[in-house]
């Protein structure tokens, strides 16, 4: 028995001659020779004792001294100190001091957590915020995952849930800060697709600079998302594409698609080419949406309502005529007229990408 453990201690001693290995995960320091057998990681004696004040997530061991089972041995084999630092040091802003074993504790000890504890450079996180329910409008305490990883947003109905209420794919996933629209302060809008329609959740946190954080974290996830789904595009055109506020959002009558129907006042949101909208600015669902070509695809949109048209309290109308039918709004104000005109036009005037055709084919056949 005692020869096995020889063996296996040997075995991971090895290891500190696989290239990253022979200095220290957290502080570079030359020849470490303790290691984290729960991270993976090859570490100084110094940092060592910083990893034991994380005992919940790290678990150290001498390489020299203590005893290893094969099992901990394999797994040090499967990671290893360069793995290790691609999975938690992966987006370390440049601005970000990186300490090395010259530093004091104090540095040491926050690089540690920050890379271990609270994963800050994994583009992973959680907490709980604030959520507006769907049906009451009562806002609840949910837990939140960001996982750039798995490349999720989801939230739990319960603290102690194990399964999601809902997952939402980084991929579809925008926010944007709507504090008036939503009635609290830090109120952030978040929206994705669900099915191919627009799903709406309303979030917030009391401490702004945690509800920022979660900001830019769905930011840096949809940015590595982008990475690798447009390898070929700009970094420029990354970050067009991360978060985008509404080209416009109101109100505005509308009636139905034989347009014999009375007019209905309707909260009407402009989200790149989805025009949607909603008995409520705040319902999880919109009514109905409208995808807005360009002028090439026979899209275009004109001021006033066709001849006969009835049941309208607002006098500025507009007119969007797509390809299939016309969908008729009139606006409270000649301005208001004047502003969404000129947010149809925006999205009309600009030729539709590859990708958006897709798009506009599902709602041509959407029942």
Request: with cysteine; proline share 5%; glycine share 6%.
């Amino acid at each position: 028995m005692a020869s096995d453990h020889h063996e296996i201690r040997e075995r991971v001693k090895q290891l500190l001659e696989k290239p990253g290995n022979g200095n220290c995960a957290d502080c570079g320091a030359a020849d470490p020779e303790w290691a984290s057998y729960t991270l993976g990681v090859f570490i100084c004696l110094s940092c060592s004792g910083l990893h034991k004040n994380i005992a919940q997530i790290s678990k150290v061991k001498s390489v020299l001294l203590d005893p290893w089972s094969s099992s901990e041995a394999e797994f040090m084999e499967s990671v290893g100190n360069n793995a290790a630092k691609a999975k938690y040091e992966k987006i370390v802003p440049a601005f970000y001091y990186t300490p090395t074993h010259k530093d004091c504790t104090l540095l040491r000890e926050q690089w540690i957590r920050a890379k271990y504890e609270r994963k800050e450079f994994q583009c992973y996180r959680e907490g709980f915020l604030w959520k507006r329910g769907r049906d009451n409008g009562q806002f609840l305490s949910r837990k939140f995952i960001l996982s750039e990883r798995e490349g999720v947003l989801k939230y739990f109905n319960k603290h102690d849930a194990r399964e999601p209420k809902a997952i939402l794919k980084i991929n579809t996933v925008n926010a944007t800060f709507q504090p008036t629209k939503i009635g609290v302060k830090n109120g952030l809008q978040i929206t994705y697709l669900k099915d191919n329609s627009t799903r709406n959740i309303f979030i917030y946190q009391e401490d702004g600079k945690e509800m920022v954080d979660w900001f830019n974290a769905i930011r840096a996830a949809r940015y590595h998302y982008l990475q690798v789904a447009f390898p070929g595009a700009s970094k420029s055109e990354w970050l067009q594409k991360l978060t985008r506020n509404y080209i416009k959002e109101g109100y505005m009558e509308k009636t139905g698609p034989k347009h014999t129907e009375g007019f209905k006042k309707r909260w009407f949101t402009m989200d790149d080419r989805r025009l949607m909208y909603f008995k409520d600015p705040l319902d999880a669902y919109a009514r109905g949406e409208v995808f807005i070509g360009s002028s090439g695809n026979s899209y275009t949109v004109l001021p006033g309502l066709p001849p006969n048209i009835q049941g309208y309290h607002w006098q500025f109308g507009i007119t969007i005529v797509t390809p299939d039918r016309k969908f008729l709004c009139a606006c409270e104000t000649e301005e208001d007229q004047k502003d969404w005109i000129a947010a149809f036009q925006t999205v009309i005037k600009r030729p539709m990408q590859p990708q958006e055709y897709a798009v506009e084919a599902y709602f041509k056949h959407k029942p």
